[in-house]
């Protein structure tokens, strides 16, 4: 969000969305949709996102109430005492609804089609994860199916709804899995194996691409100590959403020379720049600074799990949905940009 709001600043106040493609995973589909929906009016939808985030909280993602928190705990410990016997272990660590209500109310498909018919985008797609084994999928919505011409199995078109949102986003073992027409997904940033595919399939020639774990060498990581469950659980989501998006930009970067050095030869292939923006401070560090913003049965469960020490902040930087935290991270984003300002301005006026 912290680059898209620099990238605003950089362009007039009505000028549209200069992206015609827009790809995103997890939270990035939610900004994605949103960012899609106000293609016409390019600031005018940044702000819409700074806004939704800067105000966010728990209670709009999960329950968070020490009712539902402790109960869900009870339904385990009931579960695994009894062997599921008198009870059922729930489907998730939390119960996210309040997100699809908070969805219902700030994310418009409806428009995202308007952008589309006037022509101010060219796609929105959205990644998520089958449980059934197979690599994540990218649902799809284009006027001009060039996905299809190029021949790419990894997507399929269609009319994009809040499942597809909610699938994409819902991060395993803490929120439950989503079904879709074809069987249960979950967070699309497992089994990605190539996340740039989307982008490239539907047409692009240069892909911003927005990371959101730390780069490498950027976190001095925590002291030496037993690991405890808590940090162990954290380390556990970190590495299914492992980025593979430097392997994916080393891949492309070869194929580019390889297609240049091929000249003719290349039958129509093309070279597709890429530029990646990572943070350069660990989202879990910035967590840690928030740590007492979480309701108290949250903070209760974090310290059960031995999560509550410096150990544990990678699994809080799944957790926080909070404005403050968000706030952070905006004006982390927004700082690497201006970073690498001459970078994304040669890569935005770029007409190569």
Avoid at 177 to 201: F, S
Avoid at 291 to 311: H, K, S, Y
């Amino acid at each position: 969000m912290g680059v898209l709001k620099a990238l605003a600043e950089w362009v007039e106040p009505d000028s549209p969305m200069p992206f015609r493609i827009v790809c995103g995973t997890s939270a990035g589909a939610i900004i994605g949709s949103i960012l899609a929906a106000n293609a016409r009016q390019f600031p005018a939808g940044v702000a819409t996102i700074e806004r939704f985030w800067s105000h966010f909280r728990v209670g709009q993602v999960w329950r968070n109430d020490p009712l539902s928190v402790v109960g869900a705990a009870m339904r385990w410990v009931l579960a695994f005492l009894t062997g599921g016997l008198l009870a059922r272990p729930p489907h998730s660590l939390f119960d996210n609804h309040p997100l699809r209500q908070t969805l219902e109310s700030h994310v418009n498909f409806a428009r995202v089609l308007q952008s589309l018919d006037r022509g101010d985008l060219d796609a929105l797609a959205i990644t998520a994860a089958p449980y059934k084994g197979a690599p994540s999928r990218t649902y799809y919505m284009t006027q001009t199916d060039a996905a299809a011409a190029s021949g790419w199995s990894g997507g399929e078109p269609t009319d994009l709804t809040l499942d597809h949102l909610m699938a994409s986003a819902a991060v395993p073992f803490l929120f439950p899995a989503v079904r879709l027409p074809d069987g249960y997904y979950g967070d699309g940033a497992m089994r990605q194996r190539e996340p740039l595919a989307p982008a490239i399939n539907l047409g692009a020639d240069r892909v911003l691409v927005i990371g959101v774990r730390a780069a490498p060498g950027s976190s001095s990581g925590p002291a030496m100590m037993e690991p405890s469950f808590g940090q162990i659980f954290g380390f556990m989501l970190d590495t299914l959403f492992t980025s593979n998006l430097r392997a994916d930009i080393e891949r492309l970067e070869r194929d580019n020379r390889l297609i240049e050095a091929a000249g003719a030869a290349a039958g129509g292939l093309r070279s597709v720049r890429a530029v990646l923006i990572e943070p350069s401070q660990d989202p879990g560090e910035v967590a840690a600074r928030h740590a007492q913003r979480m309701p108290f049965a949250v903070r209760l469960l974090m310290r059960t799990l031995g999560a509550a020490n410096r150990g544990g902040h990678l699994l809080l930087s799944y957790l926080l949905f909070d404005g403050a935290y968000a706030r952070d991270l905006i004006e982390l984003g927004y700082a690497d940009a201006m970073r690498h300002r001459e970078v994304l301005q040669s890569f935005l006026s770029s007409d190569e």
